[in-house]
């Protein structure tokens, strides 16, 4: 019995703590689409369009210059704006940043292919309001 709990915690500790980093459950709030405004005689006021955020994880970020290189690479936009955002918004290390908002397709498409290389960092679709006035 003693051989085997030092087995489990001494010699192979360091792979279950490993695998305990990994095992945690995330609740990641999803919105909603907004209704459709419509005026008395049933033309469109306002309507809803897909958007792509892009947020970081502080905990989950490994090499944060690299990071942010790619991200301003992709994002074609300046390092140095990118982490101001990250810095400014930043309030716990599990809790997710919004560091860009409304990316284009192909870019958020450009992040989630290169996913595995960069942990931490996730596209969320979310909604945003189009106004049609006429």
Not at 29 to 44: C, S, T
């Amino acid at each position: 019995m003693a051989a085997n709990l030092f087995y489990l915690q001494v010699i192979r500790g360091d792979a279950y703590h490993n695998l305990g980093l990994n095992n945690s459950i995330r609740v990641v709030p999803l919105e909603g689409p907004r209704g459709r405004i419509l005026d008395r005689n049933g033309v469109v006021l306002a309507d809803n369009r897909h958007s792509f955020d892009v947020t970081v994880i502080p905990q989950e970020i490994d090499d944060k210059d690299e990071l942010f290189d790619f991200l301003a690479q992709v994002l074609r936009t300046d390092k140095s704006r990118l982490l101001q955002k990250f810095w400014q918004k930043k309030i716990a290390p599990f809790a997710p940043v919004i560091v860009a908002e409304d990316v284009a397709k192909g870019q958020a498409i450009l992040l989630e292919e290169n996913k595995f290389r960069y942990p931490g960092v996730y596209v969320e679709e979310s909604y945003s309001r189009l106004l049609s006035f006429s």
